[in-house]
Structure formats: C-alpha cells, structure tokens
C-alpha cells in the first residue's frame, strides 16, 4: 500500500509561479486558520496566483491569499484576504531570513494542500525573479522538448 497521491489533496495551485520565478529551496508550513476557512478550503474556494509570504517579527506570514468566505456561514464569517500565519520551525525561519537579506530573494507559495492527516498545508519556495530572457530560453526549451516528443511519437 503507498500513500495516497497528493493532486486528490490539491486545494489551489500557483501555475505562475514556475514560469515567472526560478524556484530554489521548498519547505512545507502548517496554516493557522478558523472554521469557516478550512471548510471554504474543502469547497475549493481558494486563490494563490498574487499571494506572497513576509517575515515579521521572527513569524512567517502568508499575505494576498484569498480564501473566500464560507457559504454557510453566518455572522463570524472570515475576512477573504487576511494576513495569515504560517508554521514553520525557528531554526528555518532563521535560515530563510538570512537567504532573504543576503540574496534578495522573495517567499512564494505553490500549492495549497491537505496532508494524509487532514491537516491544511502549503507549500512555498524561496525563488529569485526571471529576467525577460530567462523565460524566452525556458519557452524554447519547452518547445524544443515538446518537438522531440512529438518525433519520437511518430516513429512508434
């Protein structure tokens, strides 16, 4: 028995962020959310594309996420775009603190998730911004490969 794939788990996705950031280190946060919010992300109702992540004050902090507020909620429904707070142990904190003085890189979430557990999580990765001709070169290399496929297909 293997463990279930991770797409059946898959809450949103940051298409972009591959195309418009080099990703180097990844790390996986816990969320601090409410009720209404995790089951807002059970429904699907969630949005990452503009999201950024912040370090303050020693805490790693998820910004520009929306999460829509819950159909069925009443009153104590939550704000959509609400700063929130990720989990993630000091020691990488402080690791991904000094990477970000030193080497200007920015924090950016790729995907939202739920673990084997149930538990709501999101992955970021410390990334350095593309240049221009840094993505014309990736689109060449996806388009070369793509030819290769299609060659290789045709003689089969």
């Known amino acids: 028995m293997g463990k279930p794939k991770s797409s059946d788990n898959t809450i949103c ?3 972009k962020a591959s195309f418009r950031f080099e990703l180097l280190d990844r790390y996986e946060c816990g969320l601090v959310l409410c009720g209404t919010e995790v089951k807002s992300l059970r429904a699907h109702a969630c949005k990452i594309d503009e999201a950024y992540a912040r370090i303050r004050d020693g805490e790693l902090w998820l910004l ?8 069925h909620g009443h009153g104590s429904n939550h704000d959509p775009v609400r700063p929130r707070k990720l989990l993630l142990h000091q020691r990488e904190v402080a690791k991904i603190k000094a990477k970000i003085e030193l080497d200007g890189l920015t924090l950016v979430p790729l995907k939202m998730y739920f673990n084997e557990r149930g538990l709501a999580k999101i992955s970021v990765a410390l990334a350095r911004g593309k240049k221009l ?8 290399t996806r388009d070369h490969k793509r030819e290769m496929d299609r060659a290789l297909r045709g003689r089969r």
């Open 13 to 15: 996705r940051n298409r």
């Open 64 to 71: 520009g996420c929306h999460i829509s507020p819950y159909s």
């Open 133 to 140: 001709a840094d993505k014309r070169q990736d689109h060449q």
